[in-house]
């Protein structure tokens, strides 16, 4: 699979981390955008499946196409990014400050939601055939994920946050070890399956994914959800982001970089 020692991809993680730092904000928003809106067409996907099959195995084994797909395109989710661009920080590259890191977040989550928010408008009107119908099997679906996992949460106050949040923290440490793993072979198929188990590992666990979440609950309100748009962003969002950041920068980005880099090749500028 032509696979690459950790002292390389974790270079390659530290050059793609400054390389995200200082693209055009044409670029970054081109890139999150599509990303948003592949992985959303992903999710609807396992979701589809879920629902066919009765079986939610069979949905998280199928989800990690959309992701595959936008990497090897080379599109930014905002939890990658979370992951790569402190680590251009933390190694000294030239130029790279708090600010830059700052704006590229901004940027693809604006891209990302922007992107996950389209297809839920897309996929809004093929399940109600152009909202002249009730939702389909999958809108209902959807519309319940959205109840779950905001008034689901928000009925525990404080330990609800606290949960999602947890379960933000593990989605992206599986996340981003896929985002690793895109990087830690030189040919398609060893990308494809380095990328693909994490990624089966975090849907079928039911973690929390911000860009994920993007499609599904809007998804879910369009879809007659039961939940406002303060619940989806006070018992979902804000903290799955929190936790998507803070579970994949400790648990993947620091610890591969710190106990890496020090063999890796030394760079001549």
Partial sequence: MSYLIPSEFVTKMVDAGESKIFMSTRDTLIRAYMAGAILALAAVFAVAVTVQTHSPIFGAILFPVGFCMLYLLGFDLLTGVFVLT???????????????????????????FLGALTVAVMMS??????????PNDVGKKLAGIGEARTLGYAKYGTAGWFTIFIRGMLCNWMVSTGVV????????????????????????????????????????????GNFSIMDYFIWNEIPTVLGNLIGGLAFTGLTLYSTHIKTAPKRTF
């Fill in 181 to 224: 793993g895109a990087m830690i072979s030189t040919s398609v198929s060893g990308k494809v399956i380095a990328m693909w188990m994490p990624i089966m590992l975090f849907f079928s666990m039911a973690f929390e994914h911000s860009v994920v979440n993007m499609f599904l609950f809007p998804a879910g309100l369009i879809m007659g």
């Fill in 86 to 112: 402190p680590l251009a920080l933390l190694d000294k590259r030239p130029g790279v400050t708090i600010n830059g890191i700052f704006r590229n977040w901004g940027l693809v989550f604006a891209g990302n």
């Fill in 125 to 134: 009107i093929v399940y109600t055939y152009g909202f002249s119908v009730e």
